[in-house]
């Protein structure tokens, strides 16, 4: 069945990056792009980046452009999300998702809370 | 302001219908991009409801519905049931933005 797993919940401090992950499993890694979608506290959702595991290709919101870097490793079927110069507006939940050829996200991750506070 | 307009609430009575509408313009769903719609729970991931604008994944109830006319779309829920109260999300992409995804500011539907 297809898995979508993140990494633990992240506290970091404002002005500092944070990393986190996402591993897939029950489908072909290559065949379905990843995207990352964000909430935060009592906000909606939002959309941040998508990659193409298959060539590494990337695309980001211009929300986030120059602060959000992501990538991949084949070899483990996972998708890293690297945020940099955090701020308090960036606590949220981050979920990946896999993404099928008509742009919808059908398998979900479980989420990834990550707090900046000093 | 999402790009993708939807109202912050509606509401209805167990066995009402309710519709949820999403507005965008000519560079997202007048642009021929898809719709998708999403339910969200708290403490959950959002969960895929419609997809390509009518179409329903496996396991959803056909009570859910979706269509697209021009810059909208729209997603009805029919026979309301109280575990249908949730948010629900519009999603499409954006030309005017690199063809970048975009999300609707969400919808909370409660059944009274």
């Not at chain 2, 729209?74 to 992409?93: F, R, V």
């Amino acid at each position: 069945q297809v898995q979508l797993v993140q990494s633990g919940a992240e506290v970091s401090q404002p002005g500092a990056s944070v990393k986190f992950s996402c591993q897939a499993s029950g489908y072909i890694f290559t065949y379905y792009y990843i995207h990352w979608v964000r909430q935060a506290p009592g906000q909606g959702l939002e959309w941040m980046a998508s990659i193409n595991p298959s060539g590494g290709s990337t695309s980001y919101s211009q929300n986030f452009r120059g602060r959000v870097s992501v990538t991949r490793e084949t070899s483990t079927s996972t998708v890293n999300m690297e945020l940099t110069s955090l701020r308090s507006e960036d606590t949220a939940i981050y979920y990946c998702a896999r993404g099928a050829v008509a742009g919808y996200l059908d398998y979900w991750g479980q989420g990834t809370l990550v707090t900046v506070s000093s | 302001q999402s790009v993708l307009s939807q109202p912050p609430s509606v509401s209805g009575a167990p066995g009402q219908t309710v519709t949820i509408t999403c507005t965008g313009s000519n560079s997202n769903i007048g642009a021929d991009y898809d719709v998708h719609w999403y339910q969200h729970l708290p403490g959950t991931a959002p969960k895929l409801l419609i997809y390509a604008n009518v179409n329903r994944p496996s396991g959803v109830p056909d009570r859910f519905s979706g269509s697209k006319s021009g810059t909208s779309a729209s997603l009805a829920i029919t026979g309301l049931q109280a575990d249908d109260e949730a948010h629900y999300y519009c999603q499409s992409y954006d030309s005017s933005l690199s063809g970048s995804g975009v999300f609707g500011g969400g919808t909370k539907l409660t059944v009274l």
